[in-house]
């Protein structure tokens, strides 16, 4: 039996997507047969696996709304453990309110997410920032979560908001598991990370945020802009190997 992993933040451009990608590739790089499914109407997923195409490729709006069945949805990648689910058309309208009323008013997200659970040692989950009911829908559904958190001041004033979130969520669901607060987009320059940092360390219990840091990284963004995770694209780079780390930490844990 595997494990879902939500990745979820309150606000955007905390390096969420990148986080669920990354660690998605380095868990498949270990032989793990992973799935990474995007559930943010935005389908910046895609992207950052080099799934790029003139039209949204299906996915699971589409399997929501019943016109396509899972099986012809789930994408291969170019790691053979790491298999996609993309948000799917979606992603290419303007409002996106029936695809929350359908997560909403059904468990077919919950249902899918279990028979992955079975089906796959690790389910990486995109969500939507925010927390909305795709967000608690996903949690309701997972046993572990990560929270990407920028070094930025402003970054600080989200973070109870989330952690209330998934407190609430556990209440319901008591397998899941806050695994930690990730730092983002850490920036030696000027100290304001370092201060963001402390701050974290100093007001948060010790082990709720992770020992390891992502670096702000100009690959990362290269490695985004070119559709491949930055753990293939640029291995030898800081934020690539903070991957890395984060997922072999988290595999010993989840043994």
Do not use: W
């Not at 572990?144 to 004033?157: D, F, M, S």
């Amino acid at each position: 039996m595997g494990r879902v992993l939500a990745i979820v933040s309150q606000k955007g451009g905390v390096g969420k997507t990148t986080t669920a990608v990354n660690l998605a590739a380095a868990f498949a790089r270990r032989g793990l047969r992973t799935l990474l499914v995007d559930t943010d109407p935005q389908g910046a997923v895609r992207y950052g696996v080099g799934l790029r195409r003139s039209e949204a490729p299906a996915g699971l709006s589409d399997y929501l709304e019943g016109s396509r069945g899972l099986r012809e949805l789930i994408l291969p990648t170019a790691l053979p453990s790491l298999r996609v689910l993309l948000v799917g058309g979606v992603s290419h309208r303007p409002a996106h309110a029936e695809f929350h009323h359908r997560i909403e008013s059904s468990t077919l997200l919950a249902d899918l997410l279990t028979l992955a659970k079975e089906r796959c040692d690790i389910v990486v989950v995109d969500t939507p920032p925010g927390l909305g009911v795709i967000t608690r829908q996903v949690l309701k559904a997972s046993q572990h979560a990560i929270v990407p958190l920028q070094c930025e001041p402003l970054a600080l004033q989200t973070t109870p908001q989330i952690l209330r979130a998934i407190s609430d969520v556990a209440e319901r669901n008591p397998e899941l598991t806050l695994d930690g607060i990730l730092l983002t987009m850490y920036d030696d320059a000027g100290g304001g990370s370092a201060r963001v940092a402390e701050y974290v360390r100093a007001h948060l219990p010790h082990d709720m945020v992770f020992a390891q840091v992502v670096p702000r990284s100009a690959a990362a963004v290269d490695a985004f802009a070119a559709g491949q995770p930055l753990v293939l694209r640029d291995p030898a780079d800081p934020a690539a190997q903070a991957y890395v780390n984060l997922a072999t930490l988290l595999c010993e844990r989840f043994n």
